[in-house]
């Protein structure tokens, strides 16, 4: 079982950064790969970034260069650098372990990016 909680969001302007935190619960967290989703508003999910148990990043090719994913095992935490935030870049962030269907997800953080 792991209970993740996202925070961080917030309202930032155009060309602003935040930078999102994933708390999880769990000795275990340390195997697992950690996503960062993207919800626009109306819209289904989207992947925005994962990163590795050794920590490997991967990202979506609309974030590549102004997200950055970084995790700290020691403190059960994973993060999410986003910088040059577009309007497109607005919606509900969530962090999920272990996949999109059987997985474990957080609430989810707000971020709205205005123009």
């Known amino acids: 079982q792991v209970q993740l909680v996202e925070s961080g969001g917030g309202l930032v302007q155009t060309g602003g950064s935040l930078t999102l935190s994933c708390a999880a619960s769990?000795?275990?967290?340390?195997?697992?790969?950690v996503s960062w989703y993207h919800q626009p508003p109306g819209k289904q999910r989207e992947l925005v970034a994962v990163?590795?148990?050794?920590?490997?990043?991967n990202y979506a090719d609309s974030v590549k260069g102004r997200f950055t994913i970084s995790r700290d095992n020691g403190r059960n935490m994973v993060y999410l650098q986003m910088n040059s935030l577009k309007p497109e870049d607005t919606g509900v962030y969530y962090c999920?372990?272990?996949?999109?269907?059987?997985?474990?997800w957080g609430q989810g953080t707000q971020v709205t990016v205005s123009s």
């Open positions: 999920n372990v272990g996949g999109p269907d059987n997985g474990y």
């Open positions: 769990g000795s275990l967290f340390r195997l697992y790969s």
């Open positions: 990163i590795q148990r050794n920590s490997s990043p």
